[in-house]
């Protein structure tokens, strides 16, 4: 027989898991939605000619096959390149700018690791249609915004733009066809370091001067003003460089408008992001406790779109990692650790009690309070242990006396308080329990 296994790079989520997961979920369609954010799904399974030709060197962890009528399909890699067809697919239905959100999971052939895996789930943000460095910035308030919400300490979202790497490759006096080559290995300089960057760049045929000039200038570093002071000036022969960092500039001081503090964002240089379809600025959220990489990733992609509308459709997007969010919390403690989703547990008294206990829990869910009721009468006792066992707070107990005198017998499982009230009180302080817990 073959082995009860789930398949390499794919996890099953069991309860505990996903009620942080529905957690961070919650928190981020909350803040999607309160900047007006419309959700958007898509199918996992696109034809693979949609995703080739977009994704660069990535284009090898696309997972393909053959369906039964012969059609090449793919799962999809992720949830921006599905949003680009939609974009083109339903352009008359659709009101640009239009900002989407949308939740799901992706699928890579990578090689797994701790917080990397082939079933992953991304939660996206775009905002379609517009080139305004106001979207760019709305974008970046929102993933500090959501990173704040979480409670992740000491996060940076680090910013750059792809023509400063652009504009840094050509100074240095590299073709446009070998800047391709840079933003690839510049990617690479937290996983390698300075001199694995130099080594990769050299192999690629830069010249070792040119590498050291790129090394030094992708490692300017202080505050956001002083990087993009020092980049305007070692970049001031570049014209595609001088508009990017104006560019970058009009972000920057959109976020200061929307009251972003400045402790959460840094320009960095280095900044690539492997994607090949981002055209403008970049950016990615890291925090020490989580050296293993990026929380999350995004910028702008003035292109992508336009591969299926046939005219440019100006982008700006990202996308969390759930699973990366979820191990980094379950890692530092944070967020909620709820063990069961209910509050309430009806027990069953006696046969004769069982239809005035299902009309309680009724009432019970009707007053919001999430309930769950036993399945055999018995033992009272068992009945506690029970609901104590899977983590429930508050038992309820509808015994022939409670029943005579309009009462409810309620029991705090959790500081071991027990106490009969009249129906109606006892459904008030669950629900004073309920909100006192939110
Ligand atoms: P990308 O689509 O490559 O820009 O990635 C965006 C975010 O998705 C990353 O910052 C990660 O949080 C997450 N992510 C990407 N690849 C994986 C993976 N293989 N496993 C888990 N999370 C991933």
Avoid at 131 to 157: Q, R, Y
Avoid at 169 to 198: H, M, N, Q, T, W
Avoid at 232 to 249: G, P, S, T
Avoid at 343 to 359: H, I
Wanted: aromatic residues 8%; contains cysteine; proline residues 5%.
């Amino acid at each position: 027989m073959a082995p009860i296994q789930n398949v390499k790079g794919m996890r099953d989520h069991l309860p505990a898991d996903m009620m942080l997961r529905q957690y961070i979920v919650n928190t981020l369609t909350r803040i999607s939605e309160s900047h007006g954010f419309e959700p958007l799904q898509t199918p996992i399974i696109e034809y693979a000619e949609t995703l080739e030709g977009k994704l660069g060197d990535e284009e090898k962890l696309i997972y393909r096959f053959e369906d039964h009528g012969g059609r090449r399909l793919a799962l999809r890699y992720d949830q921006t390149v599905p949003l680009a067809r939609v974009t083109a697919q339903y352009a008359g239905q659709l009101t640009l700018p239009w900002r989407r959100y949308a939740y799901g999971p992706s699928y890579r052939g990578e090689r797994p690791a701790r917080g990397r895996y082939r079933e992953f789930y991304q939660f996206d943000l775009d905002i379609v249609g517009s080139a305004s460095p106001l979207a760019d910035a709305e974008i970046v308030a929102m993933l500090c915004e959501a990173l704040t919400a979480l409670g992740f300490p000491g996060f940076v979202t680090l910013l750059n733009h792809r023509q400063i790497i652009g504009g840094i490759a050509r100074v240095s006096g590299l073709s446009e066809e070998a800047a391709g080559g840079v933003y690839r290995a510049i990617d690479k300089f937290d996983k390698i370091g300075a001199d694995g960057v130099r080594a990769e760049l050299i192999k690629s045929g830069v010249t070792p001067a040119a590498a050291d000039q790129i090394l030094e200038l992708v490692q300017i570093d202080g505050t956001a003003d002083e990087v993009l002071d020092a980049l305007a000036q070692k970049l001031a022969a570049d014209e595609r460089a001088v508009a990017a960092i104006a560019n970058l500039r009009a972000v920057l001081d959109g976020l200061m408008a929307m009251g972003v503090p400045a402790e959460q964002y840094r320009v960095a240089p280095r900044l690539a992001r492997g994607l090949s379809y981002y055209t403008g600025v970049v950016f990615e959220a890291i925090t020490p406790h989580w050296p293993e990489g990026s929380l999350l990733g995004g910028g702008r992609y003035d292109h992508l779109i336009g591969l299926f509308a046939g005219r440019n459709i100006p982008t700006v997007g990202l996308a969390f990692g759930i699973d990366r969010l979820h191990d980094v919390m379950i890692e530092l403690n944070l967020g909620p650790r709820p063990q069961t989703t209910a509050l309430a547990f009806v027990t069953l008294f006696g046969a004769e009690q069982v239809a005035e206990s299902l009309r309680l829990a009724a009432e019970l869910r009707a007053a919001g309070i999430n309930t769950l009721i036993a399945l055999e009468p018995g033992n009272i006792g068992k009945q506690f242990k029970e609901a104590d066992r899977r983590g429930v707070r508050f038992a309820l107990v509808l015994g022939p006396d409670e029943l005579a005198r309009g009462e409810v017998v309620i029991k705090d499982l959790q500081r071991g308080e027990q106490r009969s009230l009249p129906r109606a009180a006892a459904i008030s302080l669950l629900a004073e329990a309920l909100s006192e817990g939110k």
